[in-house]
C-alpha cells in the first residue's frame, strides 16, 4: 500500500469535484487539474479522466493532454475513465463512438457482465448524463457491463490497468458507485486509505495559507455564520495579527448576536485586530418605509459594499496596505456562482468592491474546495464550538426579510425577542437536531385578543421550522403540538405586543423558506 495520490483530470463536468470529494472520504488525497496542466510525477499512484459536456469528436473538444500519453502507452499508471473520460480512452486505444438514439439520461440497471476488480455485485443502478457512448473496443478490452441499450457500459482492458465506465460513480443516485470508486484506490492503484484526513488536510491548508500570504495583511468579513467563521479560524492560525477581521452591524441581526461575535472573536479566540462597524444607523434610515422585499435586499447589499470600503479605506491608512481579502467562499458557492467548469464564468468579486484606484485587493479563498459538512468538521478540528459550527443558516439581509412591509426599530426588538424564545425552546427541548433552519417572522397588520380584562389588537408572530438538505426544497417539521403550545404563550406572556403566534406548515416548493 503506497501513500501516493489520485490525479483527477478534469473535462468539465458538473461532478468533477464530487470524484476528489469522494476519493478523500475513502481517505486518500484527490487533486483536480485541467488537462492542460496536468504534469506526471512520482507522487501520483492513479489517474481518473473525468466527465464533461462535450463530444469526443467535435472541433475544440478536450483531448487526452500530450504529458498523459507516455503514461497510458506504457500503463504505468492506473487510469479509470468517467464518461466523456471513458469515451476518450475508448477512442484513444482504437475504439468507436457513438451516438445514442435513446439517449441514456438518468437512472439506468446494468449487468455485470464479466469478473473485474471494479465490481462486487452482478447488477446496479447507475446514473448516466451523455449522449454519447463506446460503440466499439479497441484490442486488448473488453467488456464488463452492460445495458439493455448500451452494450458498453464499462471496459475493462486486459492487463487490468485501464478501465473506463459510462455511468457516473461519484453521485449518490449510482447503487454502489463508492465502492466502485474505493476499488479502483484499494485494489488497482493499492493506496493506502488513510492517507487523507481533515487533520492532515487543516494542517496543509494552514501552511499553504502561511506560504501564500507570507508577511502581508489580509482583510476578512465576518458575519456570525460558519463560512467566514471556519474561514477566520484558518487564516488567523496561519498569519495571527496578519488577519483583520470587519464585522458589520446592519441592525438586523439576532437578538444578541453583535455582542456573542465580537465576545467569541475578541475574547475567546483573542483576535486582536477586530473591527466592528455599528451601521444601524446608517443601514435603517436608508430602509425607512421600504415595503419591497427585493428592494430591501437591494438597498442591503449596496449599503454594505459602502459601508465595508469605507472600512478598508479608512484601516488601509490606520494600519498600511493590505494585500488579500479573504472570503469565505466555499465549493458550492462557487458552482452556484459559474466560477467552476471549462469556459466558467471567472469568479465575482464577493460584493464587487469599488475600492481606490491605488488600493487592489487580491481575493483569498481558504475553504473554496471543500463542501459546508467538510467546513464545519475542519471548524470543530481548529476548536470551535458546536453553538457556532451548527447554527441555522441565516440570510445576508437578516430581519428584514421576516418583518413583512416596512422596517421599525421596534418591529425589529419585538421580532428579536420573539426569535429569541422560540430559539430557546428549540435547544432547551432539544428538538435541534429535528430542524436544518428555524426563525420567527412578524407579520404585517394586528390581531384581537384579550390581555387582562380589556381587548387587545397586538401583532402577529409566524414560527417556520423546516428540514431540508441544502435549502433548495425544504418540508416543515412536525414540532410537537406540546411544545408549540409552550412556545406561544411564552412568546404571548413575555411579549404584551404580540397577541397571535401561528405555525407555517408550508413545504418548498411552492413556499420558499422565508417569507420575503
Ligand atoms: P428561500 O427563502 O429562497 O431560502 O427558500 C433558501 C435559503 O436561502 C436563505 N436566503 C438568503 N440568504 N441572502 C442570503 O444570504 C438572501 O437574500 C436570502 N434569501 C434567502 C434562506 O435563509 C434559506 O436558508
Known sequence: MSDKIIKIIDFGGQFSHLIARRIRDIGVVAELVAPENFVSDKNIGGIILSGGPRSVGETDSPQIPDSLEPILDDRSLPI??????????????????????????????????????????????????????????GDNFRVIASSETCPIVAMESDDKRVFGVQFHPEVTHTQNGFELLKHFVKDVCELNLSGWSMQNYSETLILDMKKQIGDNKVMLGVSGGVDSLVAALVLFKAIGDNLHLVFIDHGLLRKNEAKDVISYFTNDLHIKNFHFVDAQDTFLDKLKTIEDPELKRKIIGHTFIEVFEKKVTDLNKEFGYFKYLGQG?????????????????????????????????????????????????????????????????????????????????????????????????????????????????????????VMGDSRAYGRIIALRAVQSKDGMTADFVNIPWDILGEISTKIINQLPEVTRVVYDISTKPPATIEFE
Open 80 to 137: 479509470l475513465g468517467i464518461c466523456y473520460g471513458h469515451q476518450l480512452l475508448a477512442s484513444y486505444f482504437g475504439g468507436k463512438l457513438g451516438k445514442s438514439h435513446s439517449r441514456e439520461y438518468g437512472s439506468t440497471r446494468i449487468k455485470i457482465i464479466s469478473q473485474s476488480d471494479l465490481f462486487d455485485t452482478d447488477e446496479m443502478i447507475t446514473w448516466m448524463s451523455h449522449g454519447d457512448h463506446v460503440a466499439e473496443l
Open 329 to 449: 467562499t466555499i465549493y458550492s458557492d462557487r458552482v452556484e456562482s459559474g466560477a467552476v467548469g471549462i469556459g466558467a464564468a471567472k469568479i465575482k468579486s464577493h460584493h464587487n468592491l469599488t475600492l481606490p484606484d491605488d488600493m487592489e485587493l487580491e481575493v483569498i479563498e481558504p475553504l473554496k474546495e471543500l463542501y459546508k459538512d467538510e467546513v464545519r468538521e475542519l471548524g470543530k478540528i481548529l476548536g470551535a464550538p458546536e453553538k457556532w459550527i451548527n447554527r441555522f443558516p441565516f440570510p445576508g439581509p437578516g430581519l428584514a426579510v421576516r418583518i413583512l412591509g416596512d422596517i421599525t426599530r421596534e418591529k425589529i426588538r419585538i421580532l428579536q425577542n420573539a426569535d429569541k424564545i422560540f430559539m430557546d425552546q428549540i435547544y432547551y427541548r432539544s428538538i435541534d437536531k429535528m430542524i436544518w433552519q428555524a426563525f420567527a417572522v412578524l407579520l404585517p397588520g394586528n390581531a384581537v385578543g
